[in-house]
């Protein structure tokens, strides 16, 4: 007899976060991004989505999309030829200037400097 496939078994929360992690994928470039949208995908009340991504990462839903903004961001610069405002759009920041105060407060750099120490 052949021997079985290993039994995949994912906990609710890795369901969970692999779910909402989709959800900012396909969303990303959403300005209108935001915890009713996100919980309603999800299926939860504003409450229950709020409560459960803060114990399972330390942020608020706010907080929680801004990081993937960012980080996803962070990763365009690296990796592709994209403008500076190019990237603020795709990762739902309408606002350029704001997008490049932003990411010099997370990052310690402008996003310039950041793309110069990844192409130097």
Do not use: H, W
């Amino acid at each position: 007899m052949g021997q079985l496939p290993p039994l995949e078994i994912r906990s609710n929360e890795e369901l969970f976060m692999q779910k909402l992690v989709q959800l900012m994928n396909e969303n990303l470039d959403n300005f209108d991004l935001n915890i009713n949208f996100l919980a309603s995908e999800v299926g939860m009340s504003r409450t229950v989505f709020f409560n459960k991504l803060k114990s399972l990462t330390g942020f608020s839903p706010v907080e929680f999309v801004r990081e993937v903004r960012f980080e996803r961001a962070a990763e365009y610069i690296r990796e592709t030829p994209l403008t500076f405002s190019e990237i603020s759009y795709k990762v739902g920041i309408d606002d350029p200037r704001y997008f490049s105060r932003c990411f010099k407060q997370k990052f310690g750099k402008t996003p310039s400097e950041y793309r110069q120490q990844y192409n130097d």
